[in-house]
């Protein structure tokens, strides 16, 4: 971790690829060998984070995202460690670039094991301040996105008779997270979602799990004030900010067959925020103070 995630002050910057290139992993050499695993988000501090690791135990990665730029930078870096990785800028809120995404996916590999949905976005903002084209941007993405993609990985296996597994990143929604109203409404969509789902696509072999990450550092973490982030790491009982490389393990965890018969879950990588604490993204307003 950085020093920011061990003091609880400062800038953080999250890790970089060469530390996710190098970061200890609990899990085996080749333990993904052959698979084909999808990242939305991929340039993104935990979509990175968790296509290093899957990389580097030997998944093939499709990364997705916005920014070709970015993508393509990733999967060079990747690359020069052996990792096969082939990028796909596009937008998760168009179904018709979706379909054709994973039209491509079955042309270029015939399979896919897992997708895990990292893509999203927010602001922090007070709500009653929100405006229609602010809330539509963050619930369109965060949820109607993470719907599209779902969709289409369950019709990619359905159509071609294989098991999948979906896992989607979302946030800690059950306590104190303010100041991201309307992408706690998203993300508590994707969780009834996945538990939904979870049950009717069982006979389809396809699993859904959701990870709801606390305060993880990450270059995401540069829109909020510095007030605000030099008390992330009291909004939990550990007292301490989290890594994208646990996140990232998370996803390892869920997407291998050590969670074989895990499905329709929340794992929550928050050192326990859900249970006590508080974040405020716009900073703790006078009212709650002692």
């Known amino acids: 971790m950085t020093e920011a995630s061990e003091s609880g002050t400062g800038d953080p910057t999250g890790m970089s690829d060469a530390d996710l290139a190098q970061a200890p992993t609990v899990y ?5 060998a052959g698979q084909v695993v999808l990242i939305s988000g991929a340039a993104g501090g935990l979509g990175r984070a968790a296509a290093w690791l899957l990389g580097r135990l030997g998944a093939r990665l499709v990364l997705v995202g916005r920014d070709e730029a970015k993508l393509e930078a990733l999967a060079g870096l990747l690359a020069e460690r052996g990792i096969e990785a082939f990028a796909r800028a596009m937008d998760i809120r168009d179904t018709g670039a979706v379909a054709a995404l994973f039209d491509e996916v079955g042309e270029r590999y015939g399979r896919l094991d897992t997708l895990i949905n990292s893509a999203g976005g927010q602001f922090p903002q007070e709500a009653i301040d929100f405006s229609e084209k602010g809330w539509n941007a963050v619930v369109t993405t ?3 996105g993470t719907w599209f993609m779902m969709q289409a990985a369950a019709r990619f296996w359905r159509d071609r008779g294989q098991p999948g597994n979906i896992v989607n990143i979302v946030v800690v929604t059950r306590h104190g997270l303010y100041g991201v109203a309307h992408t706690v409404a998203a993300r508590a969509g994707v969780v009834a979602l996945s538990q939904n789902l979870a049950v009717e696509w069982a006979p389809l072999g396809i699993r859904i799990n959701c990870i ?3 305060a993880i550092e990450t270059e995401g973490w540069k829109v909020y004030s510095a007030e605000a982030r030099a008390l992330y790491h009291r909004s939990n009982p550990m007292m301490r900010n989290g890594s994208p490389w646990e996140v ?3 996803c390892a965890y869920l997407a291998g067959p050590a969670s074989a018969y895990v499905t329709g879950e ?4 928050a050192g326990g925020g859900q249970h006590w604490g508080e974040t405020w993204t716009t900073g703790k307003p006078d009212y709650f103070k002692e």
Do not use: K, Y
């Open 142 to 144: 965060n949820l109607n």
């Open 212 to 214: 709801a990450p606390g």
């Open 28 to 32: 085996r050499d080749g333990a993904f």
């Open 248 to 250: 990232a393990e998370t």
């Open 266 to 269: 929340v794992v929550h990588v």
